[in-house]
């Protein structure tokens, strides 16, 4: 628990310090820093896969924990939110970078400011806050139910301890990446097409684990293990940046949070009744329901609006975001 809460207390700081920072570029700089929560696991998979054994996890941990103490105390030293409105009072961010960079005016007709800015409260009275819940509790628990039981699945299927903990490694390793690509492409078509894409992705990959686990095709496993990192990590970002694209910046500690306590859920449905699932239908069953509730989640993302903002054409939509950006 006390480990859970620390995890979850520095991925919120970060998360959020750098959308503060970075108004005109959250898309990119959000999914950036947010592959830092995948990176950070993948020496640590070899390290339990080939050394924490009964005779040695108390030396494995006690360093693990010194590690840890050390470098987030040495990160915190340099965290400095940025000044009250610290962008010039005649200077809107996002104009700045319209004006500034023009390549970037489709991220802006692509994801447009917040009509206003929104409490907690208020955020849910829209009803798009419990369907971004609703989303990231469905994908969520399928992320979380492939970080856990991958490796047991390909135990399961016969495969070398090198490939397990590769296909693993990968995972993490794509997870991260993957974070800072759909950051990056969320700003060029959209954060609700990009989430979409990686929820339809997450499905399928969940499919493509289970056949090629299967069929005892250890490079098509591999290959499905990096499209599972992909759909595995990359809603996590895009989250982080609909939540002020949709309720303002003010709030957005506030608000994300209340967004990323689905991520509670998701554990105890993804990794808790997971196991159970397994008991009763296998692996095949387990990741049959996977696929298709990434199926499901895409669903529940075509509903996803910008609260205060009617939906227009596509040429009407941009004009409008431009409009919005500059007043």
Same mark, same amino acid.
């Given at each position: 628990?006390?480990?859970?809460? !620390?995890?979850?207390?520095?991925?919120?700081?970060?998360?959020?310090?750098? /959308?503060?920072? %970075? @108004?005109?570029?959250? !898309?990119?700089?959000?999914?950036?820093?947010?592959?830092?929560?995948? %990176?950070?696991?993948? @020496?640590? &998979? %070899?390290?339990?896969? %080939?050394?924490?054994?009964?005779? *040695?996890?108390?030396?494995?941990? +006690?360093? &693990?924990?010194?590690?840890?103490?050390?470098?987030?105390?040495?990160?915190? &030293?340099?965290?400095k939110d940025p000044p009250k409105n610290w962008w010039p009072a005649e200077v809107d961010p996002r104009a700045w970078q319209q004006e500034t960079k023009a390549a970037k005016i489709r991220s802006l007709a692509k994801n447009p400011p917040a009509t206003a800015q929104l409490g907690p409260l208020a955020a849910i009275r829209t009803g798009m806050l419990p369907l971004l819940w609703l989303g990231l509790f469905l994908i969520g628990?399928?992320?979380?139910?492939?970080?856990?039981?991958?490796? @047991?699945? /390909?135990?399961?299927? !016969?495969?070398?301890?090198?490939?397990?903990? !590769? *296909?693993?490694?990968?995972? *993490?390793?794509?997870?991260? /990446?993957? =974070?800072?690509?759909?950051?990056?492409?969320? +700003?060029?078509?959209? =954060?609700?097409?990009a989430l979409l894409w990686v929820m339809v992705l997450e499905g399928l990959s969940q499919f493509g684990l289970l056949f090629s686990g299967q069929a005892h095709a250890e490079v098509p496993f591999l290959l499905c293990a990096v499209l599972a990192g992909v759909g595995g990590g990359a809603f996590f970002p895009m989250y982080a940046a609909l939540t002020p694209d949709y309720f303002g910046e003010n709030n957005n500690a506030t608000n994300y949070g209340l967004v990323y306590s689905a991520k509670l859920a998701s554990a105890i449905v993804g990794i808790g009744i997971g196991s159970s699932v397994i008991e009763k239908l296998g692996f095949a069953g387990a990741y049959i329901v996977g696929g298709v509730l990434s199926f499901v989640a895409a669903a529940v993302v075509l509903f996803y609006r910008q609260p205060g903002r009617k939906p227009t054409n596509a040429p009407a939509a941009d004009e409008e975001a431009r409009s919005t950006s500059v007043s």
């Amino acid at each position: 628990m006390l480990g859970g809460t !620390g995890a979850g207390l520095v991925y919120a700081t970060c998360i959020n310090m750098v /959308a503060k920072w %970075y @108004p005109e570029k959250r !898309g990119t700089r959000t999914g950036f820093v947010n592959g830092g929560f995948a %990176y950070g696991a993948v @020496p640590f &998979i %070899y390290v339990f896969s %080939y050394f924490f054994t009964p005779s *040695s996890f108390t030396t494995v941990l +006690d360093l &693990i924990a010194l590690y840890m103490f050390v470098v987030l105390f040495a990160c915190a &030293i340099f965290f400095k939110d940025p000044p009250k409105n610290w962008w010039p009072a005649e200077v809107d961010p996002r104009a700045w970078q319209q004006e500034t960079k023009a390549a970037k005016i489709r991220s802006l007709a692509k994801n447009p400011p917040a009509t206003a800015q929104l409490g907690p409260l208020a955020a849910i009275r829209t009803g798009m806050l419990p369907l971004l819940w609703l989303g990231l509790f469905l994908i969520g628990s399928v992320s979380l139910f492939g970080s856990a039981y991958q490796v @047991p699945f /390909a135990e399961s299927a !016969g495969f070398t301890t090198l490939i397990v903990a !590769g *296909s693993a490694g990968v995972l *993490s390793i794509v997870n991260g /990446a993957g =974070r800072a690509a759909v950051g990056w492409f969320s +700003d060029l078509v959209g =954060r609700k097409q990009a989430l979409l894409w990686v929820m339809v992705l997450e499905g399928l990959s969940q499919f493509g684990l289970l056949f090629s686990g299967q069929a005892h095709a250890e490079v098509p496993f591999l290959l499905c293990a990096v499209l599972a990192g992909v759909g595995g990590g990359a809603f996590f970002p895009m989250y982080a940046a609909l939540t002020p694209d949709y309720f303002g910046e003010n709030n957005n500690a506030t608000n994300y949070g209340l967004v990323y306590s689905a991520k509670l859920a998701s554990a105890i449905v993804g990794i808790g009744i997971g196991s159970s699932v397994i008991e009763k239908l296998g692996f095949a069953g387990a990741y049959i329901v996977g696929g298709v509730l990434s199926f499901v989640a895409a669903a529940v993302v075509l509903f996803y609006r910008q609260p205060g903002r009617k939906p227009t054409n596509a040429p009407a939509a941009d004009e409008e975001a431009r409009s919005t950006s500059v007043s």
